[in-house]
């Protein structure tokens, strides 16, 4: 399905969405954190969206917001997207999980925990996944300092 | 839950394991914890991190030059992948067309590189099962493309021989030669592992009907690779997304329908037919020209986001680059295969016991610093 009929379509579920492809050769949707969950297993149970493949599942710092960004491919229609989430909140960033839509998002999410502190509701055993427990911050945000272990060109 | 003798006071109940971070079947420093009730296992919990360096982290401060080497540090028996995968994602973010000299002695070399894993792969996942010989079988025909890559470029393991815009230096003189030889020594030393392994009646049983992922549950754990086509799911990103001189070849795509741990292993030694196939179609057709085009000595992506998949030895590797415009990216994830095939080692081994869960384990063929990058 061709980027412009995938917009149309899921235009009509939440009318408030943001697409772009500027910058990126996959079409982008950016949501509100609100209605992530709702869209996500819309665009997997929709029989002419069906992503039912999560390929990436990356953590973001865009400096004043954090996120996470969605690499989603349909196996049946073989179509790409991209779904962003942005989070205004850095002290307690929160979002719904998609580890009930896709099982590949357990262990991706707990990466994200571990090195954005992105917590996850209802995600069935959110804990660090890498680091140890007692570990202080989240390494991956750009305002994460650590004198000892970081070599600073 | 406890479960009680019949006419005993006896009764068991769960209890905890720990296999790792140094156990010989996972293969580098991976710990599992254990619930296991007698000798079956109830669940399988991986602890990661033994080997964590944060490359992602290390990439924010580095050049895209500099990012290359640290990728082979990731799936080091997927090297030249790795290598080919950011290679790919700085060319077409700069739109640069790098010669067909260049994309087919990639590929070539990508295939060499798949044989060489899965040799080793197959020596190891024999080991696991106590046939000790399959290891010194395995060996000996990755010596033969190690010897290849050092001479080509110098290293036998982290190649490094990719660089933004084309290849180090040439190909050495003996290469076409040294290829052939290879290709028809292996030919010869390819039905030798199956005569050894594949129809061995102890290595069938251990294998038929068990640890099986259905073609769904893989799409969902987001599996890629031998793992996923042994489920029947097609994901080889070789088919779907070619890159490098893939355009120019015909190869089937190993696919297997029954997601046992006996149909990932055919579909490997499938793969390293089909990886043969691919070098004779290419090694006598390598065109004249550059084994390079120049690049600017500072590489300054364009403002954006950029993805490129590759298929590595284990799956689907995808890099993720984040560019602002500078001479750093702003962010760079690896999908790395091999994290999503260990998140689905839980679901596959529960139900089976400590034994199964090493043949199991053998089969998702598990590069440990791969997983935790």
């Known amino acids: ?153 | 839950m406890d479960t009680t003798i019949e006419n005993s006071n006896l009764k068991s109940e769960d209890y905890f394991i720990n296999m790792g971070p140094q156990h010989p079947a996972t293969h580098g420093v991976l710990r599992l914890l254990l619930t296991i009730d007698g000798e079956i296992i109830k669940k399988v919990e991986p602890d990661l991190g033994y080997i964590h360096r944060s490359i992602e982290k290390m990439c924010e401060r580095d050049s895209y030059q500099q990012i290359v080497h640290l990728t082979d540090r990731m799936d080091y028996l997927s090297s030249h992948i790795n290598n080919e995968a950011v290679c790919l994602t700085v060319e077409n973010a700069l739109e640069i067309e790098v010669p067909e000299r260049v994309k087919v002695i990639r590929t070539i070399l990508d295939e060499l590189t798949r044989i060489a894993s899965h040799t080793l792969w197959w020596g190891v996942m024999g080991m696991d099962v106590g046939a000790l010989t399959t290891y010194f079988y395995g060996f000996r025909d990755r010596e033969m493309i190690n010897d290849i890559f050092e001479e080509t470029c110098g290293a036998r393991l982290t190649m490094n021989y990719n660089i933004p815009g084309g290849l180090m230096f040439d190909i050495h003189p003996n290469f076409v030669k040294r290829v052939k030889e290879f290709i028809a020594h292996f030919k010869t030393k390819l039905p030798e592992y199956d005569t050894l392994l594949t129809g061995n009646v102890i290595f069938q049983k251990r294998m038929k009907g068990v640890g099986i992922l259905t073609k769904e549950d893989a799409i969902s754990f987001g599996a890629s690779g031998p793992v996923a086509r042994g489920s029947g799911y097609s994901c080889d990103v070789r088919k779907h997304h070619p890159y490098s001189a893939l355009d120019k070849v015909t190869f089937n795509e190993a696919l297997r329908t029954e997601g046992d741990s006996f149909a990932r292993y055919a579909v490997r030694i499938q793969e390293m037919w089909e990886s043969m196939s691919i070098i004779e179609q290419l090694i006598d057709n390598i065109p004249e020209g550059d084994y390079k085009v120049a690049t600017n000595a500072v590489i300054k992506l364009p403002k954006g986001e950029f993805y490129e998949r590759v298929e590595t030895a284990r799956g689907e590797l995808g890099v993720y680059v984040v560019s602002t415009g500078t001479k750093n990216p702003y962010r760079v994830k690896f999908r790395s295969p091999g994290f999503s095939n260990l998140s689905l080692l839980n679901h596959i081994s529960v139900g089976g016991k400590i034994g199964d869960l090493v043949a199991t384990m053998a089969t998702l063929d598990l590069v440990i610093p791969d997983i935790d990058r």
């Open chain 1, 1 to 153: 399905m061709t980027n412009q009929s995938l917009q149309e379509i899921i235009s009509s579920w939440i009318p408030e969405l943001e697409f772009t492809e500027e910058g990126s050769q996959f079409l982008n949707i950016t949501v509100q954190p609100e209605q992530l969950h709702q869209l996500m297993s819309q665009l997997k149970t929709n029989s002419e969206t069906n992503f039912d493949y999560l390929f990436c599942l990356s953590g973001m710092d865009w400096g004043k917001e954090l996120g996470v960004v969605y690499h989603l491919e349909s196996t049946t229609h073989r179509h790409t997207i991209v779904v962003k989430v942005k989070l205004s909140d850095r002290e307690n960033p929160t979002l719904d999980t998609v580890s009930d839509i896709w099982f590949t998002a357990d262990f991706h999410e707990r990466e994200v925990f571990d090195f954005f502190g992105i917590k996850f509701n209802n995600h069935p055993n959110l804990k660090r996944l890498f680091l140890t427990e007692d570990w202080d911050g989240f390494p991956l945000r750009k305002d994460y300092v650590d004198e000892i272990n970081m070599v600073i060109k």
